[in-house]
C-alpha cells in the first residue's frame, strides 16, 4: 500500500475542505440566529425573498457541518497513516478495496461494513 500517494491527496483534500469553510464565513459572517432575529425585525418586507435567502443560508450551513465532518475523517485517516493501519476496515479488519480509497481516501470502512452501517 503507497500510503505517501494517500496522505499526499487527504492534504490536499483537506486544504481544499478548509478553504471552502473560510470562504462560507467569510461570505456569511452572521450567524443562522441573527438572520432569523433580521427576518422578525423586518417583517414587513417580502416574505418570498427572506425564506430564500434563509434557504440558501441554511444550504451553506450543511455544507459545512459536513465538510467539519469530512476533515475530522481526513484527520483520522491521516492518524491511520501515521499508526500503519491506513487502508484496513476499522470494523472487520478487512483491506479496503484501492479503488474505494481512490474515490475516498478518508474512508474507514470497507465496501461491504460501509453499506451495512447505511442499512441498519
Ligand atoms: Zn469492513
Do not use: K
Request: with cysteine.
Amino acid at each position: 500500500m503507497d500510503s505517501d500517494r494517500f496522505r499526499t491527496a487527504l492534504l490536499d483534500e483537506r486544504a481544499r475542505i478548509e478553504g471552502a469553510i473560510e470562504y462560507l464565513h467569510r461570505e456569511n459572517p452572521g450567524s443562522l440566529e441573527d438572520e432569523t432575529e433580521e427576518m422578525i425585525g423586518n417583517s414587513d418586507n417580502h416574505l418570498g425573498d427572506s425564506a430564500a435567502g434563509t434557504l440558501d443560508r441554511e444550504i451553506d450551513y450543511t455544507l459545512e457541518g459536513h465538510s467539519e465532518q469530512v476533515l475530522a475523517q481526513i484527520d483520522s485517516a491521516l492518524g491511520r497513516i501515521d499508526a500503519g493501519s491506513f487502508g484496513t476496515c476499522t470494523s472487520c479488519g478487512r483491506a479496503i478495496a484501492e479503488e474505494r480509497l481512490e474515490a475516498r481516501p478518508w474512508a474507514s470502512l470497507c465496501i461491504e461494513c460501509q453499506r451495512s452501517s447505511e442499512r441498519p
